[in-house]
């Protein structure tokens, strides 16, 4: 049995620094109610495994990009998403019309 990869594959060991750090990740996402952290924890604590499994498919430049680019190009544009719903629910006030107004 065991884990679904090859013993002395080089994938043991970010594998199990993800196992050990997504619950700390996950812990402070649920203690700090912040539910975007779920997402990002899950995204982040899985990068090095998955850059170190893609490395056997696609080399050594590429499988970081895949691993890390993705997954931060998904935060981003989910920040960006935020930043434009902010900004368009609370618009800068126009200083003219402040004074107009007295």
Same mark, same amino acid.
């Given at each position: 049995? $065991?884990?679904?990869?090859? &013993?002395? /594959? $080089?994938? =043991? &060991?970010?594998?199990?620094?993800?196992?050990?750090?997504?619950? +700390?990740?996950?812990?402070?996402?649920? #203690?700090?109610?912040?539910?975007?952290? #779920?997402?990002?924890?899950?995204?982040? %604590? +899985?990068?090095?495994?998955?850059?170190?499994?893609?490395? =056997? +498919? !696609?080399?050594?430049?590429?499988?970081?990009?895949? /691993? @890390? $680019?993705?997954?931060?190009?998904?935060? !981003?544009?989910?920040?960006?998403?935020?930043? @434009? *719903?902010?900004? *368009? *629910?609370?618009? *800068?006030?126009?200083? =003219?019309? %402040?004074?107009?107004?007295?």
């Amino acid at each position: 049995q $065991g884990l679904p990869i090859p &013993v002395g /594959s $080089g994938l =043991e &060991v970010p594998l199990i620094v993800a196992l050990i750090a997504s619950p +700390f990740l996950l812990a402070a996402a649920y #203690f700090l109610d912040y539910p975007r952290l #779920f997402i990002y924890a899950l995204l982040l %604590s +899985f990068g090095i495994p998955h850059a170190r499994l893609m490395n =056997e +498919f !696609v080399g050594s430049p590429l499988n970081s990009l895949i /691993s @890390f $680019g993705l997954p931060g190009a998904v935060i !981003v544009i989910y920040g960006l998403t935020l930043l @434009f *719903k902010f900004m *368009k *629910k609370y618009p *800068k006030p126009n200083p =003219e019309a %402040s004074l107009v107004s007295q």
